[in-house]
């Protein structure tokens, strides 16, 4: 394996607001410390060292920050201001992502441990969501109605106002751009919450905008955990809307804490995805998106494809293929350029999916590869898992039921269409799913039957800004992307006007 290349650390985090060695956070105009001064260590996934202390903000630092937002929605001029205006900021923010390409995908890289070639996609799909929104914020128009005169119906958008967004650490700057891009086209004021684990790229982005000028709190990136500032914005009556990506279990929690004033609710969540093989297909691009449904991000992707469902005839083959290009692939650390998978996110993440890696065998399913962590001097510093396949699996399994979140494939079969259908939606959840075949007609009718959002046939994870993104069943509520996601940062108003201006007469003088 080639010799990592990883930059210097400091030179990754030159672009942050720094104070003391601690990254600061972006609050009511001012890159600020935590209230009580605390911090958090950041751990490199693929070395186990410290690469950067933040801020750990407080329930104070996100009170302040909500207190700012409603000041800036309720008086300030960005609801008001000109779609155009809005679009020329979200347009320059694209660009000025373009500009630091290198610097955004290299300390994504420090931030989530994920290949660099993965990263500067990352980045890439982040500069074109901002230039998506920015197209669309001038789009949108609104509808009238034929009704009896002398009325006039007419129907208008308008921005939510104080928006909390809370986002996971799989692609932290990809999330922030999801959220935060279709927030500002519409006219909402933003408080972004990165996941504890990840926040560099976040802050990074915070600088941009900074330095871009948008107008003051219009957003704001607060750091800090889950159960502390996410748990605050959530239950805050000053907040309007949550708009939330992360596990199902902490999505039930935020939709609980978000009653007190009846808050606009979005929940992207968590998945289990089916991705159905009939015997027909192309074997080799079935076999090529198997691997890459699963293993793309170390299988630490809501949508990832982790259940391969495979007709009873094609299994052995099949899987022997899979297995063989499994092993192969070449894990290790983000900067080395001839990495194909790196680590898991955390150690604490790593620990979980071994568990359920012991699960599965004493579930009595087939370990047919991986199952263990990268062999050397890496794999005891960094959190790696090799490619992992279990066959001879159950339906009632819990390896084939829960989301594990890492390089876990689980193969099941079926003898039939009827079957395969009822093997796939065989979940709680629904966010994804494909089919591979050869059969046109049979691909839809089985792509219709998936009870998913995101589904695809003969490839498996393309997705693109102009498309809804979200999930059937507990893998969430509302849609983010294309219009659907500009729309659920909107209310929608009547407006009736009397075009005869007299009184009605209907009580009498
Ligand atoms: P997580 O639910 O642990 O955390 C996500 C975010 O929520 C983090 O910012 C965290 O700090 C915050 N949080 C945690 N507890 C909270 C609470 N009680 N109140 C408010 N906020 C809280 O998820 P994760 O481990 O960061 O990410 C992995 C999960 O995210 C997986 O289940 C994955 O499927 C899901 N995910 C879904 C999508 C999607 O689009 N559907 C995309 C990416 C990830």
Same mark, same amino acid.
């Given at each position: 394996?080639?010799?990592?290349?990883?930059?210097?650390?400091?030179?990754?985090?030159?672009?942050?607001?720094?104070?003391?060695?601690?990254?600061?956070?972006?609050?009511?105009?001012?890159?600020?410390?935590?209230?009580?001064?605390?911090?958090?260590?950041?751990?490199?996934?693929?070395?186990?060292?410290?690469?950067?202390?933040?801020?750990?903000?407080?329930?104070?630092?996100?009170?302040?920050?909500?207190?700012?937002?409603?000041?800036?929605?309720?008086?300030?001029?960005?609801?008001?201001?000109?779609?155009?205006?809005?679009?020329?900021?979200?347009?320059?923010?694209?660009?000025?992502?373009?500009?630091?390409?290198?610097?955004?995908?290299?300390?994504?890289?420090?931030?989530?441990?994920?290949?660099?070639?993965?990263?500067?996609?990352?980045?890439?799909?982040?500069?074109?969501?901002?230039?998506?929104?920015?197209?669309?914020?001038?789009?949108?128009?609104?509808?009238?109605?034929?009704?009896?005169?002398?009325?006039?119906?007419?129907?208008?958008?308008?921005?939510?106002?104080?928006?909390?967004?809370?986002?996971?650490?799989?692609?932290?700057?990809?999330?922030?751009?999801?959220?935060?891009?279709?927030?500002?086209?519409?006219?909402?004021?933003?408080?972004?919450?990165?996941?504890?684990?990840?926040?560099?790229?976040?802050?990074?982005?915070?600088?941009?905008? %900074? @330095?871009?000028?948008?107008? !003051?709190? $219009?957003?704001? #990136? /607060?750091?800090?955990? *889950?159960?502390?500032?996410?748990?605050?914005?959530?239950?805050?009556?000053?907040?309007?809307?949550?708009?939330?990506?992360?596990?199902?279990?902490?999505?039930?929690?935020?939709?609980?804490?978000?009653?007190?004033?009846?808050?606009?609710?979005?929940?992207?969540?968590?998945?289990?995805?089916?991705?159905?093989?009939?015997?027909?297909?192309?074997?080799?691009?079935?076999?090529?998106?198997?691997?890459?449904?699963?293993?793309?991000?170390?299988?630490?992707?809501?949508?990832?494809?982790?259940?391969?469902?495979? %007709? @009873?005839?094609?299994?052995? !083959?099949? $899987?022997?293929? #899979? /297995?063989?290009?499994? *092993?192969?692939?070449?894990?290790?650390?983000?900067?080395?350029?001839?990495?194909?998978?790196?680590?898991?996110?955390?150690?604490?993440?790593?620990?979980?999916?071994?568990?359920?890696?012991?699960?599965?065998?004493?579930?009595?399913?087939?370990?047919?590869?991986?199952?263990?962590?990268?062999?050397?001097?890496?794999?005891?510093?960094?959190?790696?898992?090799?490619?992992?396949?279990?066959?001879?699996?159950?339906?009632?399994?819990?390896?084939?039921?829960?989301?594990?979140?890492?390089?876990?494939?689980?193969?099941?079969?079926?003898?039939?269409?009827?079957?395969?259908?009822? #093997?796939?939606?065989?979940?709680?959840?629904?966010?994804?799913?494909?089919?591979?075949?050869?059969?046109?007609?049979?691909?839809?009718?089985?792509?219709?039957?998936?009870?998913?959002?995101?589904?695809?046939?003969?490839?498996?994870?393309?997705?693109?800004?102009?498309?809804?993104?979200?999930?059937?069943?507990?893998?969430?509520?509302?849609?983010?992307?294309?219009?659907?996601?500009?729309?659920?940062?909107?209310?929608?108003?009547?407006?009736?006007?009397?075009?005869?201006?007299?009184?009605?007469?209907?009580?009498?003088?």
């Amino acid at each position: 394996m080639a010799t990592t290349i990883a930059p210097k650390r400091d030179d990754l985090l030159r672009g942050l607001r720094q104070s003391g060695g601690v990254c600061l956070m972006f609050i009511d105009g001012a890159f600020s410390a935590a209230s009580d001064g605390g911090t958090r260590k950041l751990i490199n996934p693929s070395s186990g060292e410290v690469s950067a202390v933040v801020a750990e903000g407080t329930k104070e630092d996100a009170e302040r920050a909500i207190r700012a937002a409603r000041q800036a929605f309720d008086s300030g001029p960005w609801s008001d201001t000109h779609a155009q205006d809005r679009a020329k900021l979200l347009f320059k923010l694209a660009d000025k992502i373009d500009e630091h390409f290198t610097d955004l995908s290299r300390l994504e890289t420090l931030n989530n441990g994920k290949p660099v070639r993965e990263t500067e996609y990352d980045v890439t799909d982040a500069a074109n969501c901002f230039r998506y929104y920015a197209g669309l914020a001038t789009k949108p128009h609104g509808e009238t109605f034929d009704v009896p005169a002398p009325s006039q119906t007419f129907v208008v958008r308008e921005p939510i106002g104080v928006c909390g967004q809370i986002i996971p650490w799989n692609y932290p700057l990809l999330m922030g751009a999801w959220k935060l891009a279709p927030a500002l086209a519409a006219g909402n004021v933003c408080i972004l919450k990165p996941s504890e684990l990840t926040p560099l790229t976040a802050l990074l982005l915070a600088t941009l905008i %900074e @330095e871009i000028g948008f107008p !003051k709190n $219009v957003v704001q #990136i /607060v750091l800090g955990t *889950g159960p502390v500032v996410g748990q605050h914005l959530a239950q805050s009556p000053l907040v309007d809307k949550i708009a939330f990506t992360g596990g199902t279990k902490t999505g039930r929690a935020i939709m609980l804490a978000s009653t007190g004033n009846l808050k606009k609710v979005t929940l992207e969540l968590g998945g289990k995805s089916p991705n159905v093989v009939f015997a027909d297909a192309d074997f080799d691009t079935a076999v090529d998106y198997a691997l890459f449904g699963i293993y793309a991000n170390s299988g630490q992707v809501c949508s990832a494809g982790s259940r391969l469902i495979v %007709e @009873e005839s094609l299994h052995d !083959k099949l $899987v022997s293929k #899979i /297995v063989e290009r499994a *092993g192969k692939i070449r894990v290790g650390d983000g900067f080395d350029p001839e990495t194909e998978m790196g680590p898991i996110v955390s150690r604490a993440h790593q620990e979980k999916v071994e568990a359920y890696i012991a699960l599965g065998k004493q579930e009595g399913a087939t370990l047919a590869c991986g199952g263990g962590r990268l062999p050397g001097e890496l794999g005891e510093k960094g959190n790696f898992i090799m490619p992992t396949v279990f066959t001879n699996t159950r339906r009632d399994m819990r390896i084939v039921q829960e989301e594990i979140f890492g390089p876990v494939l689980v193969v099941q079969t079926f003898k039939d269409e009827a079957e395969a259908i009822a #093997i796939a939606n065989d979940t709680i959840y629904g966010l994804a799913g494909a089919v591979f075949t050869n059969d046109i007609a049979k691909a839809h009718r089985v792509i219709r039957k998936l009870r998913a959002g995101i589904t695809w046939i003969n490839t498996y994870h393309p997705t693109y800004n102009e498309a809804p993104w979200g999930g059937y069943k507990q893998s969430g509520s509302g849609r983010e992307l294309g219009t659907y996601g500009y729309d659920s940062y909107t209310e929608v108003k009547q407006i009736n006007v009397n075009l005869d201006v007299a009184p009605s007469g209907w009580f009498s003088d």
